[in-house]
């Protein structure tokens, strides 16, 4: 087979593999959407459930007085999951020093709601791509951070309102009483208040 042939089979394959991860993420993000207006609760649960584990080892390293009190609680996008098979969130406790504290109490979360839609596109790709010797694997990964992306975009929708759902329940947590802030972004990047503030109230920052 010539090189012009083995080209045109390459293209055709990508465009027959952007078509198809294109058509299955606009279905998945409307399967999520739909499940979680039908109440969907599990994610919440297991937001609850780092929480408390977290908060548990927190306070022992405030009765230590290696930290204050937990003023702010960061949910993080790790990018790196994209490729690893590892959570794609992690909880981060800090006290008033916020990010510029140099103590670690961190968990990861899984919203299974959303990327476990994301992991089946993602075995699914796998496979078409071991299928096929054309199209180098690197091709796959770009893909696949771009999907991770997209995927965290809706995962952005609905993280607020599940956080200010469980809000009166995060506050019953021991260490978690007072005031504090939640905030969703990037690990290490802008980050945004979505819940807290003393009102449990929607607020935006950066």
């Not at 039908?38 to 584990?53: N, P, R, Y």
């Not at 702010?72 to 990018?79: A, N």
């Not at 899984?110 to 075995?123: I, P, Q, S, T």
Request: aromatic share 12%; charged share 35%.
């Amino acid at each position: 087979m010539g090189r012009y042939m083995e080209d045109v089979i390459a293209r055709r394959f990508l465009a027959d593999i952007e078509a198809f991860a294109n058509e299955r993420f606009e279905r998945y993000r409307e399967q999520i959407r739909a499940e979680y207006a039908a109440g969907c609760m599990k994610d919440g649960e297991s937001f609850l459930a780092c929480l408390e584990d977290l908060a548990g080892r927190y306070r022992r390293l405030e009765e230590q007085a290696v930290t204050g009190a937990v003023r702010e609680i960061y949910l993080s996008f790790m990018r790196t999951s994209i490729l690893l098979d590892v959570p794609p969130y992690r909880i981060d406790l800090y006290d008033e020093r916020g990010r510029r504290s140099v103590v670690e109490c961190a968990g990861g979360w899984d919203f299974g709601l959303v990327y476990g839609y994301f992991r089946e596109m993602k075995a699914e790709l796998e496979q078409r791509f071991g299928r096929q010797s054309r199209v180098r694997g690197y091709v796959l990964d770009g893909m696949l951070y771009d999907l991770g992306d997209r995927f965290h975009r809706v995962a952005c929708e609905l993280i607020p309102e599940m956080v200010a759902g469980v809000g009166e329940r995060i506050r019953e947590i021991e260490g978690l009483e007072g005031d504090v802030r939640v905030y969703l972004g990037e690990f290490l990047d802008r980050a945004e208040v979505v819940w807290g503030g003393g009102s449990g109230l929607l607020e935006k920052s950066l």
